[in-house]
T-cell receptor, first 114, second 112 residues
Framework: AQSVTQLDSQVPVFEEAPVELRCNYS??????LFWYVQYPNQGLQLLLK??????LVESINGFEAEFNKSQTSFHLRKPSVHISDTAEYFC????????????FGKGTRLSVIA | NAGVTQTPKFQVLKTGQSMTLQCAQD?????MSWYRQDPGMGLRLIHY???????DQGEVPNGYNVSRSTTEDFPLRLLSAAPSQTSVYFC???????????FGSGTRLTVV
């Protein structure tokens, strides 16, 4: 079975500052890793994913995450945040067979301050 | 538009009432899941299905029933609602083997 730990429940950051949202996972088998974003009063949207290949993955809106197998981490970073990035971010894991349900962390609420 | 459709979007129930949350997808996805989202708890898996006629329990299955008679539909039934079931419920689906899930917009359920 897999598990996910998101180390920060809330992260306040000023606009245009960098941010890192931390995610660690536990699994005895190879995994796929995901970051989902949930804007206020909306559903979940896939932000980025690691399936295989390059350990650095990027989203279209400037976020990136790096898969670190030795540290079992998949931290999410953005060099300069905008007010519109205010949302809740969820890290999720599944077996790399893709045949098990997603297991989610408890979420990190990112608040961008003007 | 293709995707995962959940109905209703909002529901208020009295303790002890029953209801069914509907979930339908038109992408021919084999896998479907139900999650509940509570503040500070993230999304917790209730039940999931890997195909028509096959369902299994997740982390928090008590008080909920599911069935999967078709590929498209995966309803979640509350037989006797309790205040502890007040939550936002999300349905998700994916192709087998990809791990990439599409989520519905959610059902906000309040049990009074």
């Amino acid at each position: 079975a897999q598990s996910v730990t998101q180390l920060d429940s809330q992260v306040p950051v000023f606009e245009e500052a960098p941010v890192e949202l931390r995610c660690n996972y536990s699994s005895s088998v190879s995994v796929y890793l995901f970051w989902y974003v949930q804007y206020p009063n909306q559903g979940l949207q896939l932000l980025l994913k690691y399936l295989s290949g390059s350990t650095l993955v990027e989203s279209i809106n400037g976020f990136e995450a790096e898969f670190n197998k030795s540290q079992t981490s998949f931290h999410l970073r953005k060099p300069s945040v905008h007010i519109s990035d205010t949302a809740e971010y969820f890290c999720a894991v599944t077996e790399s067979s893709g045949n098990t349900p997603l297991v989610f962390g408890k979420g990190t609420r990112l608040s961008v301050i003007a | 538009n293709a995707g995962v459709t959940q109905t209703p979007k909002f529901q208020v129930l009295k303790t002890g009432q029953s209801m069914t949350l509907q979930c339908a997808q038109d992408m021919n996805h084999e896998y479907m899941s139900w999650y509940r989202q509570d503040p500070g708890m993230g999304l917790r898996l209730i039940h999931y299905s890997v195909g028509a006629g096959i369902t299994d329990q997740g982390e928090v299955p008590n008080g909920y029933n599911v069935s999967r008679s078709t590929t498209e539909d995966f309803p979640l039934r509350l037989l006797s609602a309790a205040p502890s079931q007040t939550s936002v419920y999300f349905c998700a689906s994916s192709y087998a083997g990809t791990g990439i899930y599409t989520f519905g917009s959610g059902t906000r359920l309040t049990v009074v």
